[in-house]
């Protein structure tokens, strides 16, 4: 038997993806609504059965799960400097699928302290100092995260002259104190891979218990991570191939929901031009997610973020048109546009979400003065060469012109400094399988390959 069974448990929705690994093809998809408040097994049997009404009665000899549901794995991230180990922390906690609730940086606070306890995350990743640097302010901050108040798993990537100080602070309080390796070895050298690792492994240690997804264990073999680090897996599987099976090169993923804007960029990101590099090394894959671009619940922030004009713009509409259709889905956030109009608002407010999400993930280009007279420097990655852009999520698969959306991403000559992408071909994961490959590469990692080339990259719409 060569059947697998695929499940995202979705904030929303439960979405089934059988695959037949030996023939390569998708046998059938289907969802159910999460029911994780409930009984989580509920929502799955739901799509279960809708699935095997499709596909006939199956059996699976393996069934993976990743999830995103109950708000997915919330993080705070803390470290030294903001832009050097606060920064690395937060990369660090991206990487590994997280939603980062905050970053802080030197000393904490008690005003700090009391902000962390009402976000209240999952995990905490408490980094900060190069190893052999500096000692007091990750002592300092363990010493009044010991007295935070809840017993939240904090994970410790700092300077490891006093990680076992450090773990032993917070050991008298917190019941899970997890040493890694130094975010920040050495200054401006990220080494995020091993707390991504542990990130992984409290998640599903812990965080699947908490939140009730544990009640899976009777359908499902494992949980195997969550959604956003399936899809950043998926797309690194999909940009370098495996020995062999080639890939498909530098690829970007854009990921829009009714809650955030995910960006994922697989690229080394590499001047194309003479600038000179500052900032942090960036990782091959990077992912960033914007908690204020979304479809539904953010709309009222996607408008603030945006304004009104950016949008009306791109849906060749008055402002006075956008604020009411945005104020009117961020009040009845199931609503699905029913007409033309209405599609048009939509494929507007995706594309904003596109555009200012890619804004941000995308690295710039900035001309300073030295004593060598000006010089041209870029800070973040350089995406123009970019040749494949992959749009998720239910605005761009429901869209009849996801290009439309996608087009956000493109290299504007009017925001020149911005280092998106300037002749990528567009493609679509219509069958909603990124998440779904991420899974099936940890055993099948050619067959992933193959499928995601077959199913996502060859149907593809270019971009202009």
Do not use: W
């Not at 609504?33 to 509920?42: A, K, Y």
């Not at 956030?333 to 804004?359: F, N, S, V, W």
């Not at 993930?361 to 041209?376: D, I, N, Q, T, W």
């Amino acid at each position: 038997m060569t059947n697998v069974l695929l499940i995202d448990f979705g904030s929303t929705f439960t979405k089934l993806t059988a695959v037949d690994v030996e023939r390569e093809i998708i046998l059938g998809t289907a969802r159910g609504i999460t029911t994780v408040n409930t009984d989580i097994t509920i929502g799955l049997k739901q799509a279960l059965k809708q699935l095997f009404e499709v596909t006939g009665s199956l059996e699976f000899a393996k069934v993976l799960g990743c999830s995103s549901a109950a708000g997915g794995l919330k993080m705070v991230a803390v470290g030294l400097v903001p832009e050097l180990t606060a920064e690395a922390a937060n990369r660090a906690a991206l990487g590994a699928g997280a939603r980062v609730l905050g970053v802080f940086s030197h000393e904490l606070s008690a005003y700090e302290i009391a902000e962390i306890n009402q976000l209240n995350p999952d995990i905490i990743l408490l980094a900060g100092g190069t190893d052999g640097g500096n000692r007091l302010v990750i002592l300092h901050n363990a010493a009044l995260l010991k007295d935070l108040g809840k017993d939240i798993p904090i994970i410790v990537a700092g300077n490891k002259s006093v990680t076992p100080e450090v773990v032993g602070i917070l050991s008298t309080t917190m019941s899970q104190v997890a040493p890694t390796a130094n975010v920040m070895p050495r200054l401006n050298e990220l080494n995020i891979e091993p707390a991504r690792q542990t990130i992984r492994k409290i998640f599903l240690q812990r965080i699947v218990e908490a939140k009730g997804l544990h009640k899976a264990n009777e359908l499902v073999d494992r949980l195997v991570m969550p959604t956003p680090a399936a899809v950043l897996k998926a797309a690194e599987l999909l940009s370098t191939g495996t020995n062999k099976e080639p890939g498909a090169g530098e690829l970007m993923v854009v990921d829009i929901g009714g809650a955030t804007t995910d960006i994922y960029s697989i690229a080394a990101g590499q001047p194309t031009t003479n600038a000179v590099l500052r900032g942090l090394p960036e990782p091959f894959g990077k992912r960033t997610v914007e908690g204020d671009l979304g479809m539904r619940y953010s709309a009222a922030a996607l408008l603030q973020a945006a304004g009104p004009g950016l949008i009306a713009g791109f849906a060749q509409t008055t402002e006075a048109e956008v604020v009411e259709y945005i104020e009117r889905v961020a009040a009845n956030i199931d609503h699905l546009p029913q007409t033309e109009r209405e599609l048009r608002l939509e494929a507007a407010m995706g594309r904003a979400c596109t555009k200012l999400g890619a804004d941000r993930h995308a690295g710039r280009l900035e001309m300073v003065y030295s004593v060598l007279g000006r010089v041209c420097v870029q800070e973040g990655k350089d995406l123009s060469d970019v040749q494949t852009v992959i749009g998720t999520g239910g605005v761009i698969i429901n869209h009849n012109r996801p290009e439309e959306i996608l087009a956000g991403i493109l290299y504007d000559s009017a925001d020149s400094p911005v280092l998106k992408p300037k002749h990528p071909a567009f493609a679509v994961d219509q069958d909603y399988i990124l998440a779904s490959m991420g899974l099936l590469c940890e055993d099948y990692p050619e067959v992933a390959v193959r499928m995601m080339k077959k199913y996502i990259v060859r149907r593809n719409h270019h971009g202009t």
